[in-house]
């Protein structure tokens, strides 16, 4: 057990989770086995990671480079505590407080909203920090 546990503690983690920045967006697709596909708008850049089994995840960088949003789809739910980096505990202690255990999800904290629903073989998500969206990016933009 205690091996396991260092060989945790020293593997290499993503960091281009919320919050984080884009510069590691690499790191996430080679996790992932993806291929990468990068498309920059005016407002923000949205990096789209698709995995061999059809999951998608698309990563929301603004022009300061801080990934802002997260956004998935697949068969499974992608590893939400690398999504969501720093700000998965949050969510976590949201969802432990939950009074239902049922789909769809929403946890709206002050400076973290995460939705997810779905049903078996097709879940979806969306995950932003209100206080880092770039000017004239609204909510409705992450999907």
Not at 63 to 77: D, K
Not at 94 to 111: E, I
Request: contains cysteine.
């Amino acid at each position: 057990m205690g091996v396991a546990l260092l060989a945790f503690c020293i593997a290499p983690r993503a960091t281009a989770a919320l919050g984080g920045t884009e510069a590691t967006v690499q790191v996430d697709q080679t996790r992932m086995h993806a291929t990468l596909r990068t498309t920059v708008t005016p407002r923000f850049t949205v990096h789209e990671l698709e995995s061999p089994a059809r999951a998608t995840v698309r990563e929301y960088a603004a022009p300061s480079g801080i990934v802002f949003g997260v956004a998935w789809q697949g068969r499974a739910h992608p590893d939400l505590r690398q999504l969501l980096g720093p700000y998965f505990p949050q969510y976590a202690d949201a969802l432990a407080k939950r009074r239902t255990r049922r789909s769809p999800v929403t946890v709206t904290l002050p400076g973290l909203v995460v939705r997810v629903g779905g049903h078996m073989r097709a879940f979806t998500g969306k995950a932003w920090l209100p206080a880092e969206l770039p000017a004239g990016v609204v909510p409705g933009d992450i999907r």
